[in-house]
């Protein structure tokens, strides 16, 4: 009996610091998974945002002005974001069917 108690806890033990391992590869593959995101978000967005202005990228005050126009851009994107919230959450969602 008590060898069997001994396997036990030794098999606990293993199991727990083989979660602790894969908890931790977790954690990096969901930060690559999110940057990975980002990154695929910002090409995306600035090829949406640049693709109807014509910007000289090759002098700084064309940089400075593609900068202002994409965080515009971005600023409009999250106020679109809280008013589209915001309205969803004003709304009645119950379930009026009767019958």
């Given amino acids: 009996m008590i060898a069997g108690m001994s396997l036990f806890i030794l098999a606990a033990v293993i199991i727990v610091i083989w979660v602790l391992i894969e908890v931790k590869r977790m954690k990096h593959k969901l930060f690559a998974i999110f940057l990975i995101g980002l990154i695929i978000f910002s090409y995306v967005s600035m090829s949406v945002v640049f693709s109807e202005t014509e910007i000289n990228f090759k002098t700084i ?24 919230t915001s309205h969803a959450i004003s709304l009645d969602w119950t379930n009026n069917t009767e019958g």
């Fill in 61 to 84: 005050p064309g940089a400075i002005s593609a900068g202002k126009i994409y965080f515009s851009w971005l600023g409009s994107l999250f106020g679109n974001m809280k008013s589209i």
